[in-house]
């Protein structure tokens, strides 16, 4: 046991395996490269086998803990994680964020498909009528055909994306009242589920976004960040998602105050990562902070995260018991769909934005709520500066997905130091 490959097994897999116990494990195994002879091997070694994962070249199966070493010493494996169980993320949002404003200039979402990866999304009136705009469901739990939530988590998020506020005459409304919905449930009655599970559903986002017209996930969910986003099977599947131009949203998770609280896959740099601000029940930004439940950053690694802040506190939203009543939740759950709908807005006015340049815009439109950046990021997001910009202005992204924070900083430093030298140089 002491030749044990550390690099390539999550920490939690390593203390088991050090501590000598026997016992069967759910693991996630990553592959450097599609070998069918291996997955055979390891399927016939598995005590369960739950799925393949072709996303991030993958098989999800439980191993004893012997045989989870002896594969560590395996060239062809890549790493391997424990199947760690997600969560959702509970714990006046509309006008804090000005969010009518695009609304009313005509920006509803309309034709954009919000993929929403939950506990399900119950038929809720505000979502299918006049029209039905779940357009797609699938039930990775239950396997169930219809649109269902046996525990509101989902439905409640996907009102604030997308209710169209008729069951309320307009009272509760989502950011975007006329996107369409790809109903994944993923999670069970408890809100809960495996990592696994989590990556297949993204699978499925990306094999068929064509189909729906699919540009946005959001991931109000989250798991302890045990590994680096490099190695993170979550993380490996938004980055793939990312790669094929979805933007993908998550929760920052509600483990604050602490520093360095961030959930997975909230620590993906890929990800545009989502923490929960407390409007105090008033439109009025001067007396917003930043929820003391919101996760902190940095990331283990050391990124800045979370990369915006948007209201997380006693959000109203849909029922998934009445289908045309509401109720409220707090967590960065409620802030996360607040920022998936705006960029459903905003794809609406740009209609072939990258992800990249859509998070940029993002962490450019914010009001700072002066706090520090590994608690509110770039700010609060604010649809008016989002809507407001000047249409001609282009807009340049680096070619490769950087820290935008840090690379602001280094352009100020630059201009400063350029001044400098412009002052210090002789007067001709």
Known sequence: MNNISY??????LSAKIMSQSQEELPVIIQLAHNNS?????????????????????????NLTTDIIYKLSTNPEVEYISFDSEVYTQLDIAIPTIEGHF??????????????????????????TV???RIIGFVDFINNKLSPYDDNGHGTHVTGIIAGNGYASNGKYTGVAPEANILAIKALDSEGSGNTSTLVKAISY???????????????????????????????????????????????????????????????????????AADDKRTINIEDDTVASFSSRGPTIEGLLKPDLVAPGVNIN???????????????????????????????????????????????????????????????????????????????????????????KLFENIITL????FLFDSPKH
């Open 7 to 12: 690099s390539k097994i999550c920490p939690i």
């Open 37 to 61: 002879t291996l997955i055979n091997g390891i399927k016939n070694l598995s005590t369960k086998m739950k799925t393949n994962l072709p996303l991030i070249n993958g098989i999800a199966c």
């Open 102 to 127: 695009p609304n009313n200039i005509g920006y509803k979402g309309n034709g954009v498909t919000i993929a929403v990866i939950d506990t399900g999304v119950a038929p809720h009136l505000d979502l």
């Open 130 to 132: 006049p029209n039905n």
């Open 205 to 275: 986002v990306v094999e068929t976004k064509d189909e729906y017209n699919t540009k946005i996930i959001n991931l109000s969910i989250g798991t302890p960040a045990n590994n680096s986003y490099k190695n993170d099977p979550l993380c490996k599947a938004v980055e793939k998602a990312v790669q094929a131009g979805l933007v993908v949203v998550v929760a920052a998770g509600n483990n604050g105050p602490g520093e360095k609280t961030i959930l997975s896959p909230g620590i993906s740099k890929y990800a545009i990562t989502v923490g």
């Open 317 to 407: 939203s849909l029922s998934n018991v009445e289908l045309d009543g509401y109720r409220n939740s707090s967590g960065t759950s409620m802030a996360t769909p607040l920022v998936a709908g705006s960029i459903a807005l905003l794809l609406n006015k740009y209609k072939n934005l990258k992800p990249e340049e859509i998070k940029y815009k993002l962490l450019n439109s914010c009001i700072d709520l002066k706090d520090s950046e590994d608690t509110q990021g770039a700010g609060m997001l604010n649809l008016k500066l989002l809507f407001n910009e000047d249409d001609n202005t282009s807009i340049n992204i680096p070619p490769t997905y950087v820290d935008l924070k840090k690379d």
């Open 417 to 420: 130091l350029i001044l400098l």
